[in-house]
């Protein structure tokens, strides 16, 4: 069945670090692929997405990039922020699909 | 314009009883799933309904059931409550498209206790 797997964590980095949370999916077809942080305490904001291979999402300085070919849709930052402490939640949504099938979270702990 | 609304924000409970949570999808959504999120993991869903109608399950028992009503709001309603139904309920809502649901957008959830 599809199936979503990302990196454990925490990760834990100091400010203006470069961030890289992995993301790999088993799926037929061709899913669209998200990314949703979620705060402490709140629900899951959506923060990016991609629903065909080679599309990049990008939002707030994260980037993904969908990769067929690898089956991945690794989540990067360039500079992350104390802000961006949160965690972050891999999740594809089959071909014509209903239903959304999220990894178990990486949980982001940045320190300034 | 409000995104997906939900209530209440907690509730307690204890086992046996019967529980129902509510959510308002966002504006020009027709469609509203639910998900559990237990302490630590990722949310998993639980059904979705569009035309008023369950489209589709998750595997969850017939204890969880929902409805939807005609301004697309929903209901889940959770029957005979167990120790382990505690959990962060979350709505969805989305579009529904020739080809499946659009991108699904969530609300604050419902953080349901069990004692």
């Known amino acids: 069945g599809n199936s979503v797997t990302q990196m454990e964590g925490p990760v834990t980095l100091s400010e203006e670090a470069f961030l890289t949370i992995n993301c790999t999916y088993t799926?037929?077809?061709?899913?669209?692929l998200f990314w949703y942080v979620q705060y402490p305490g709140e629900g899951l904001q959506l923060l990016l997405k991609?629903?065909?291979?080679?599309d990049k999402g990008s939002n707030k300085g994260f980037e993904a990039t969908y990769r067929k070919e690898t089956t991945s849709f690794h989540l990067e930052k360039g500079s992350v922020q104390v802000s961006d402490s949160a965690v972050y939640f891999c999740?594809?949504?089959?071909?014509?699909?209903?239903?959304?099938?999220f990894g178990k979270g990486t949980t982001l702990s940045v320190s300034s | 314009d409000a995104g997906v609304t939900q209530s209440p924000t907690h509730l307690i409970k204890t086992r046996g009883q019967q529980v129902t949570l509510r959510c308002s999808p966002k504006?020009?959504?027709?469609?509203v799933s639910w998900y559990q999120q237990a302490l630590g993991q990722g949310p998993q869903f639980i059904f979705q309904?569009?035309?008023?109608?369950?489209?589709q399950r998750g595997n969850f028992p017939d204890r969880f059931s929902g409805h939807q009503f005609p301004n697309y709001s929903s209901e889940l309603n959770v029957n005979a409550l167990l120790l382990g139904d505690s959990a962060l309920y979350l709505c969805?809502?989305?579009?529904?498209?020739?080809?499946?649901?659009?991108?699904?957008?969530f609300g604050p959830g419902t953080r349901l206790t069990v004692l």
């Open positions: 969805a809502s989305s579009t529904t498209l020739a080809g499946g649901t659009d991108t699904q957008y």
């Open positions: 799926a037929t077809g061709y899913p669209s």
């Open positions: 991609a629903t065909k291979a080679d």
């Open positions: 999740a594809l949504l089959e071909q014509a699909g209903t239903a959304l099938i």
């Open positions: 504006s020009g959504h027709d469609t």
């Open positions: 309904y569009y035309e008023e109608e369950e489209r």
